[in-house]
């Protein structure tokens, strides 16, 4: 093959990163002029990784993540997809034997002038996805975005559209004889804008293009002229600019430096079209991958992928769909003056055509193919963090692949597969590696069962290196973690909430570091809202133990004493209460019965009930208790059934009495029927209780009404629509004819009577024994229950 003639001095190939117009033209280049070498804008401690760029195993989009060796937060990454132009270059090197380096600042420069930038001391910073113009401006000078400017000059308010136009959709038909001619004409086209705007408000950049200098003319000593560069096209006139080894040197004089190591790792098309904290910008990296790797007919491929996903979802979309959208989007591009139909008009064929003008179904084209759910992978042989191999270890083992859509894993405990996976996503929690977050199950809410939504994120990776600190396993850095979180937590409420995370976990070599530390503040803490506020956790965590088969006797002792303290100094934390304390200690009394529900016959303490349930006669009967913690406690003994309906009645009667201030009558009420779970059927079905709360309501002084009433909107507006409606109902019809009045304690409610009916209950059950086919006692039986059930209504 006859290579074609070129100029003198290096090929300077100025890109778009990770655009798959310029990765083509790269290609196209490089076989064109096959160079001796190639140098690509990236951190040059990565050169040693470059080699697993070749191995089958490797399938982008990854990244090169670099971070600091004593700071693994302080990271940067290098996302590369497989439409990126570094990506085809490397490739391409690789697959001819050329020899291929990383050219641009070091990482460990980068961090560091990251590291001191925020810090406040001096530099520019950086961080995030490296490889673009640094964020951040010279004093005067905003940073431009240069492809908007040449947009702009062209007559486009759509930088992407632009650059579509005159890149992406160049087709082979269309091309130039010289595949250096495209680069030629954007460097020509980025002269006269840093000639114009400098360093276009990114500082930074000079000190990167110094280093890129100082390495080109290496390269040069070392393989001659014969050398390509891929670099972003901001840069070429930069590197094309003759300057002295000494004034780059000059630039390059005092920059910080931190110890740094990088590696390979999975990177995601969802992250790359991000504009914040590590993504990359990209808009539509699946339809820009479609682009690359389609040979031919970009549209009808496209039109035909996004055909298969909507019947997929069981949408109607045939062939004469297909067939029309790509008709639109191809007339759509002819009354815009494009070239190519694009993104726009494919995407307004789409909505026309197959989604009948919706914008829903849209949604999910542009989610799972303009967007994208691919996930990169890299070899094993990629260097890691200890405790990343060992998570990657417990993955495979457990088969819990990381997968970059967001999915939900049901649990079953009592599985050893599935107990194993709960305590390793327990254990990431502790770690702060947030690759599961737990989630309300759709089926059993019992302790043998968990729910998980998993979604993995390439950020994850900079969070394992962060956990790397504590340990080289995911067991012993949980470990280590949790024992120091014990030991500088300042909270009660913290601790119990570790102890129950720990237990969780199953992390039996840090649960006694956890014990101590709970007892410690438990001894020292005398605030009864904080010790509210721990006995849940507690009590949860002595429920788990029976699942988990552990030892949970000394939190038992500890859960008792604090339910007794809490039992002592709860009524007079009660009084003298404002509105918001007064809500936010009844949370606090909701959560401490639902806890001593849980602990009874489970501590060492005998009556504990008992003993709560005086407390809340105490707190319903006290005046000087708020209203709302009245009506909750008078509700909480009504359910439990220690309190009887007449002394409930009894108690509401006072509560809403002419005496009563109206704003803690309608307190009382929200604390008695608000939040608790079936408050409003409580209404319902017992009308004597319905009828003092209408009687309380329509006497209720017109200038204090406008006071009470949100109040009570916000008590009954948590109530089933249906509820509501019967609610009104009842009170519409007002009392029976005849019947006695709703008020008089001890009599019946219109349509219900004063107790369980058990022969009408009895009627029920042959019917319940067939449907669940417990026998077949009463096929007959069921007939004859079927009259007294018909007759009742």
Request: glycine content about 10%; some cysteine.
């Amino acid at each position: 093959m006859t290579r074609a003639a070129r100029p003198v001095g290096p090929l300077l190939l100025g890109v778009r990163h990770h655009g798959p117009g310029s990765a083509r033209a790269v290609r196209a280049a490089l076989e064109a002029a096959r160079p001796q070498a190639v140098l690509i804008e990236g951190p040059p401690e990565g050169d040693a990784l470059l080699p697993l760029a070749a191995d089958e195993r490797m399938r982008p989009p990854v990244a090169l993540l670099a971070h600091a060796v004593d700071d693994p937060g302080q990271a940067a990454f290098w996302p590369m997809a497989a439409f990126s132009p570094e990506w085809v270059a490397i490739r391409w090197a690789l697959a001819h034997d050329v020899p291929v380096r990383f050219i641009d600042l070091p990482a460990a420069n980068s961090l560091a002038m990251t590291e001191a930038a925020e810090r406040g001391q001096g530099g520019d910073g950086g961080g995030g996805v490296a490889g673009e113009p640094a964020p951040g401006g010279s004093p005067g000078h905003a940073p431009i975005d240069p492809i908007g400017v040449l947009a702009e000059t062209a007559g486009y308010d759509d930088p992407e559209r632009w650059w579509e136009d005159v890149v992406e959709h160049r087709t082979k038909a269309g091309e130039a004889v010289d595949p250096r001619a495209p680069f030629a004409a954007l460097a020509e086209a980025m002269t006269a804008l840093r000639d114009v705007y400098g360093d276009g408000g990114h500082p930074r950049d000079a000190v990167r293009e110094a280093y890129m200098r100082i390495q080109l003319r290496k390269a040069v000593k070392e393989f001659g002229d014969d050398i390509a560069v891929v670099c972003g096209a901001w840069h070429v006139p930069a590197l094309g600019t003759r300057t002295t080894l000494a004034a780059d040197r000059a630039l390059l004089k005092r920059l910080p430096k931190l110890k740094a190591e990088l590696t390979w790792v999975p990177w995601s098309h969802r992250r790359l079209a991000r504009h914040n904290g590590y993504g990359a910008g990209i808009d539509s990296p699946g339809w820009y991958g479609h682009l690359f790797e389609a040979a031919d007919r970009p549209i009808e491929r496209w039109m035909t992928k996004v055909a298969g996903l909507l019947r997929d979802e069981d949408r109607f979309v045939s062939s004469a769909h297909v067939i029309e959208a790509v008709r639109l989007a191809e007339t759509l591009a002819a009354m815009r003056g494009r070239p190519l139909a694009g993104l726009s008009e494919t995407t307004d064929a789409i909505r026309a055509v197959m989604c009948e003008g919706s914008d829903v179904p849209l949604a999910l084209v542009r989610d799972r193919l303009i967007v994208g759910e691919t996930l990169g992978e890299v070899p094993d042989t990629a260097p890691a963090v200890p405790l990343q191999r060992d998570l990657t270890r417990q993955q495979r083992t457990l088969r819990l692949k990381p997968e970059a859509l967001e999915r939900e894993v049901e649990l079953d405990l009592r599985k050893d597969t599935d107990a194993a996976r709960s305590r390793l996503l327990h254990r990431l929690r502790i770690l702060a590696v947030g690759w599961g977050e737990p989630a309300t199950g759709r089926g059993s809410t019992g302790t043998f069962r968990e729910s998980w939504r998993l979604r993995w994120e390439p950020e994850l990776y900079v969070q394992v290196a962060e956990a790397g600190t504590w340990g080289t396993t995911v067991l012993s850095a949980a470990t280590a973690k949790a024992g120091s979180q014990a030991v500088s937590a300042t909270a009660l409420a913290e601790v119990t909430a570790l102890a129950e995370r720990c237990l969780l976990a199953e992390l039996p070599e840090a649960l006694p570091v956890v014990m101590r530390a709970l007892a410690d503040r438990a001894a020292l803490d005398a605030d009864v809202g904080h010790l509210a506020d721990a006995l849940p956790a507690l009590a949860r965590t002595l429920r788990y133990g029976d699942v988990r088969s552990t030892d949970t006797a000394a939190l038992g002792e500890v859960a008792a004493g604090l339910a007794e303290r809490i039992c002592v100094g709860l009524p007079p934390a009660c009084t003298g209460l404002d509105a918001d304390g007064a809500a936010e200690l009844r949370r606090k009394v909701d959560g401490v019965h639902t806890a001593i529900g849980l602990l009874a016959g489970t501590v060492p303490a005998d009556g504990l009930r008992e003993r709560w349930a005086a407390v809340l006669h105490k707190l319903a009967a006290r005046d000087t208790v708020a209203g709302v913690i009245r009506g909750r406690s008078t509700r909480l003994l009504l359910d439990d059934g220690r309190l009887e309906e007449d002394d409930a009645a009894r108690l509401m009667g006072l509560a809403l009495s002419p005496g009563t201030p109206p704003a803690d009558a309608a307190a009382w009420i929200e604390g008695f029927v608000g939040g608790a779970a079936g408050g409003g059927m409580l209404l319902v079905h017992d009308e004597r209780l319905l009828g003092l709360v209408d009687a309380w309501l329509a006497g209720v002084p017109a200038d204090t009404f406008t006071d009470v009433l949100p109040l009570l909107r916000r008590t009954f507006s948590a109530y089933e629509a249906g509820v509501r409606r019967t609610l009104g109902e009842l009170v519409r019809r007002g009392p029976a004819a005849g019947a006695p009045a709703a008020t008089a304690a001890g009599t019946a409610a219109p349509g219900f009577g004063p107790g369980l009916d058990e022969a009408r209950a009895d009627a029920v059950v042959p019917v319940l024994r067939l449907l669940l086919g417990l026998d077949a006692e009463g096929a007959e039986g069921a007939e004859n229950a079927m009259e007294p059930l018909g007759a009742t209504g």
